[in-house]
């Protein structure tokens, strides 16, 4: 039964360019959250998703940031135009219920932008 | 926002030594979550507490949710050196939020063991 997958492990982008995170959740977990991690800090909520649904964005900034989880296939983040600041730690977790005691965290995307 | 505030920062202390955590907040929590991080890796989930004042226990680890919703505390007794990482609370919050299921989390703390 394998856990959450993120890939890739490691991204390297350069300013401006487009950065593609995925998240595949546990078997039969149908809600996907995503947060961010900035060096030496805690996560930061970022958007939660059911398939097909966006439930709450709330934590997503307004420009360049997109998620989906579409019926099929893997939750994606996705950053345009990429900038220093978007550096950070990207951490996927999926629930069967949309519960947080019933998360299970992913190993990451560590995105550097150069 | 709402906000967790954790402490200690750091933690450094001898093996053997009991550890002990706490995050508050101003505002109610419904669920209180303790997390350990390692290097490269995401958080893993050592205790849920679910209702004030429930204390809960996972071998070595003693987590509370606090009787007021607003803090909780993390003990770690007799301290091994895999017990190395960076701890984090979680919280849902309470009141006024919609059940979404997000969480806040407290800014870590790093505890080091000296064998």
């Known amino acids: 039964n394998a856990g959450v997958m993120q890939n890739p492990r490691h991204l390297v982008r350069r300013r401006g360019q487009e950065a593609r995170l995925r998240c595949s959740p546990m078997?039969?977990?149908?809600?996907v959250y995503w947060y961010r991690q900035l060096p030496e800090e805690g996560l930061k909520f970022m958007v939660y998703?059911?398939?097909?649904?966006?439930?709450?964005e709330s934590g997503m900034p307004k420009e360049r940031f997109s998620a989906e989880f579409p019926k099929e296939g893997p939750s994606i983040l996705r950053i345009q135009q990429v900038v220093r600041g978007d550096s950070a730690a990207y951490f996927c977790?999926?629930?069967?219920?949309?519960?947080?005691?019933?998360?299970?965290f992913g190993s990451g995307t560590r995105l550097t932008v150069v | 926002g709402q906000q967790l505030n954790q402490s200690p920062q750091s933690m450094f202390i001898q093996e053997g030594e009991d550890v002990s955590m706490n995050c508050t907040s101003s505002?109610?929590?419904?669920?209180w979550l303790w997390y350990k991080q390692e290097p490269g890796e995401g958080p893993v989930l050592l205790i849920a507490?679910?209702?004030?004042?429930e204390l809960t226990s996972n071998g070595r680890l003693t987590a509370q949710f606090g009787i007021t919703r607003k803090d909780s505390f993390l003990n770690i007794s007799a301290s091994i050196p895999s017990d190395v990482g960076i701890y984090f609370c979680?919280?849902?919050?309470?009141?006024?939020?919609?059940?979404?299921?997000?969480?806040?989390f407290g800014q870590g703390t790093t505890l080091q063991v000296k064998p």
């Open positions: 505002s109610i929590f419904n669920t």
């Open positions: 998703l059911q398939k097909e649904n966006i439930i709450d």
């Open positions: 078997k039969g977990h149908s809600h």
């Open positions: 977790a999926s629930s069967p219920s949309g519960q947080p005691g019933g998360y299970t």
């Open positions: 507490l679910y209702k004030a004042g």
């Open positions: 979680a919280g849902q919050p309470g009141e006024g939020s919609s059940n979404t299921g997000k969480l806040i």
